[in-house]
């Protein structure tokens, strides 16, 4: 199956969409308003410390003050505070201040905050979580930069290897590499993606890791907390990093500056696959052309139609979420009740992983899929459940379904849930429950006709309606619309789009740009 990403930029925002065999399974958006993501790494101040939750709120620039517990602090936390604290008075390179810095001295795994951190202290902190709700961002002390191959982990001196990697030569191979390149007071994971890299390709990585870090300690120098020291990539390249491999065919791209990041974030994590970076030029805008926008309009609604006339009901909570699965009118003559709901619930759980992604859906989340007798049965969908989850990043744990047929999953929690409104208020009645007489309708489409072509000077105008609206005013020889070209001596076409609403007429010029009274 094929894997396209589209990535829509506007002023505001990038919209990011994976489609897998042209299904949309994951929409992300990063606002352009310098909100805070995670992997973010800020020179915060200790505003406050919280000795019976064993933790401290930290003024990182945001409405919220951040949160830290002392656990969340790091076993090193003692080597880094010490390098902050003292960075700006050496008298050594940074660099090598940095290299003789002693990582003995750990932090105690039982120990008190109040004894580490103190009200007006600065910190370096890092985000693991996204403001959510009434609380604020959620913190660590232990800093760990991403790559696509590697995670840098200063004041660290330990190699680990994805476990996922299976080969025990392979192992050995990528950690007698990586200790050769690898500086002082630097420790290392090695991720699943550096399976068969060649040297050249991790010793380039591990440096453009290092020199990010290190490209913030001029800032910790002369500290004015709250300030952001570095960022992670872009939501973008985060997505590319960790899901680019041979599977993807196409990532189409709205904005030739957004190509240009791509195509040099891929030259370094995978060259070979440059080429799959496309600028597209056509006039509708993107997500219309890959049929983006309508998969979104379907898919993030409170009802969620799939299979057969079977849907799912979504409600968002405080504590959890809540997924309700329907057979709806779904039904076949010959099979039991049993068998029916046990398809229906197979079908449900493909729509359930699928949204959890989509929406990205964290937390607490419970499914109540329809009630099955058949123990055999409820073992299946589990297993099914499970296999459809492994493609999921977000750590999670799934529980066995209950005789009740209830499921619960955990899923790790970063950022807010997503969620689009995909309602609207009806064109025709503006809100108000009522619209006009159909029966006066061409006179009222007539009324804002003669306004364009003899108050505005419009010679060739375009009616974009409903089909069932066309239908009636291009019926018969001697047509409403045929009348309308000869009375006002213009050139009137009419196009169709089942968007519109049943009444609703969208006006276009001879440029096919909106007009409007």
């Known amino acids: 199956m094929d894997k396209d990403l589209i990535i829509d930029v506007s ?4 919209s990011i969409a994976l489609l897998d065999d042209h299904r949309l399974i994951e929409l992300n958006k990063e606002q352009n308003n310098g909100s805070y993501s995670v992997g973010d790494v800020y020179l915060g101040k200790v505003k406050r410390i919280m000795p019976a939750l064993n933790a401290a709120f ?3 620039g945001d409405e919220k003050d951040a949160f830290i517990h002392y656990l969340d602090l790091g076993l090193s936390f003692k080597a880094l505070d010490y390098f902050l604290r003292h960075i700006g008075q050496n008298k050594k390179s940074y660099k090598d201040f940095f290299s003789s810095v002693k990582l003995g001295d750990i932090l105690e795994k039982e120990g008190k905050i109040a ?3 103190k009200p007006g202290q600065h910190i370096v902190t890092q985000i693991v979580k996204e403001p959510i709700s009434t609380k604020g961002s959620r913190l660590t002390a232990e800093i760990s930069i991403a790559g696509r191959n590697m995670v840098l982990i200063p004041f660290s001196d330990k190699v680990s290897i994805s476990q996922k ?7 050995k191979r990528l950690e007698r590499l990586v200790y050769s390149i690898l500086p002082p007071n630097y420790g290392v994971i090695i991720r699943t993606a550096a399976e068969g890299k060649k040297a050249a ?12 870090w290190e490209d913030s300690w001029s800032s910790m120098a002369k500290p004015h907390p709250p300030q952001l020291l570095f960022t992670e990539n872009s939501r973008t390249t985060t997505i590319l990093r960790d899901l680019l491999n041979d599977s993807f065919s196409n990532i189409y791209v709205n904005d030739e500056n957004v190509v240009t990041e791509i ?5 370094l994590i995978a060259p070979e696959q440059e080429k799959i970076v496309k600028l597209y030029k056509g006039s509708e805008p993107i997500f219309d052309h890959f049929d983006v926008s309508k998969q979104i309009r379907g898919a993030f609604g409170k009802v969620v139609p799939f299979k057969q006339g079977a849907y799912l009901v979504i409600e968002h909570t405080e504590a959890l979420h809540v997924i309700d699965v329907n057979s709806g009118i779904r039904a076949k003559s010959g099979i039991d009740q049993e068998q029916n709901a046990f398809e229906v619930n197979m079908n449900a759980a493909d729509e359930v992983a699928r949204q959890l992604r989509l929406r990205d859906m964290g937390g607490i989340i419970i499914v109540d899929f329809i009630d099955m007798d058949s123990n055999d049965h409820r073992v299946k969908l589990y297993k099914h459940m499970l296999s459809l989850m492994e493609k999921d990043r977000a750590k999670h744990n799934i529980l066995p379904i209950t005789k009740f047929g209830l ?3 955990t899923r790790q929690r970063v950022r807010p849930a997503t969620e689009i409104n995909t309602s609207e208020v009806c064109p025709s009645c503006k809100g108000t429950g009522k619209i006009s007489s159909t029966i006066i309708i061409d006179e009222t489409i007539e009324r804002e006709l003669a306004y364009y072509v003899k108050e505005k000077g419009y010679k060739n105008l375009t009616m974009k309606v409903n089909p069932v609206l066309e239908a009636y ?3 018969g020889l001697f047509s409403i619309l045929r009348k309308w070209n000869f009375k006002y001596k213009s050139k009137i076409k009419i196009v169709t789009s089942t968007d519109n609403a049943l009444l609703e007429v969208i006006w276009l010029d001879s440029n096919n740009e909106r007009v409007d009274i």
Request: net charge negative; proline share 0%; no cysteine.
């Open 263 to 267: 195509k040099d974030y891929i030259s």
């Open 58 to 60: 930290v003024d990182i």
């Open 115 to 117: 004894d580490v951190l």
């Open 201 to 212: 390709v991790l010793d380039g990585e591990l440096r453009s890791l290092i020199k990010k």
């Open 165 to 171: 990697i299976v080969s025990k030569e392979e192992k």
């Open 473 to 475: 005013l291009t019926k």
């Open 407 to 409: 499921l619960q999953i």
């Open 11 to 14: 002023s505001t925002e990038v």
